[in-house]
């Protein structure tokens, strides 16, 4: 089973700053990878697969990168709504298809 | 729109058995893998079964084999779950979760979940 480890645990970034959230995986997932954001209460919704390309609706200050075993989500400029959890996801290597354990992106 | 809605979740006491369902509405079901996702109280995300639109495939996390059944009614637009031997550690909101035409993942729509609790 791939292990996916998210850094940091928590992001403390003001409105408007550039926020950047680590994946990295513990064997090679090629560019199968995918972020969730997840709020309060709420179900996930799905922002980038295969490692960069942004889902539908999902706006172009949300950007992934990276391939193997390191992948970066970045949020160019913090809004409101952007304070949430999220996760990454491989699928290159299943079952079962493994999340990382999340990153808290909060106010500062 | 696709809307998927999750039900059969509630107080159940360990060893006992439940049924999940998911409504699905606003995409052709049977063209579809789905899957179920669980969060425990507080942590991450887990996925735990999933489901070839055609059901001829069926995936399970090594935790719940031979205690969960992954099914669906494709004429009903209805994915199922049936968990036996309940354990304390499956007490967790449960997502059903479509996949993209033609793909086992990721996941583009959640429905809002429905949450299981195993306690005595």
């Known amino acids: 089973e791939i292990v996916m480890t998210q850094s940091p645990a928590t992001l403390s970034v003001s409105p408007g700053e550039r926020a950047t959230l680590s994946c990295r995986a513990s064997?090679?997932?090629?560019?199968?990878l995918a972020w969730y954001q997840q709020k309060p209460g709420q179900a996930p919704r799905l922002l980038i697969y295969?490692?960069?390309t942004r889902a539908t609706g999902i706006p172009a200050r949300i950007s992934g990168s990276g391939s193997g075993t390191e992948f970066t989500l970045t949020i160019s400029s913090l809004q409101s709504e952007d304070f949430a959890v999220y996760y990454c996801?491989?699928?290159?290597?299943?079952?079962?298809?493994?999340f990382g354990q999340g990153t808290k992106v909060q106010i500062k | 729109e696709v809307h998927l809605l999750e039900s059969g979740g509630g107080l159940v006491q360990p060893g006992r058995s439940l049924r999940l369902s998911c409504a699905a509405s606003g995409f052709t079901f049977s063209s579809y893998t789905m899957s179920w996702v669980r969060q425990a109280p507080g942590k991450g995300l887990e996925w735990v079964s999933g489901i070839s639109g055609g059901a001829s495939n069926t995936y399970y996390t090594d935790s719940v084999k031979g205690r969960f059944t992954i099914s669906r009614d494709n004429s009903k637009n209805t994915l199922y779950l049936q968990m036996n031997s309940l354990r304390a550690e499956d007490t967790a909101v449960y997502y059903c979760?479509?996949?993209?035409?033609?793909?086992?993942?990721?996941?583009?729509?959640w429905g809002q979940g429905t949450l299981v609790t195993v306690s005595s």
């Open positions: 996801q491989q699928y290159n290597n299943w079952p079962p298809w493994t």
């Open positions: 064997q090679s997932v090629s560019s199968d």
């Open positions: 979760a479509k996949a993209p035409r033609g793909q086992l993942v990721p996941f583009d729509y």
């Open positions: 295969g490692a960069s």
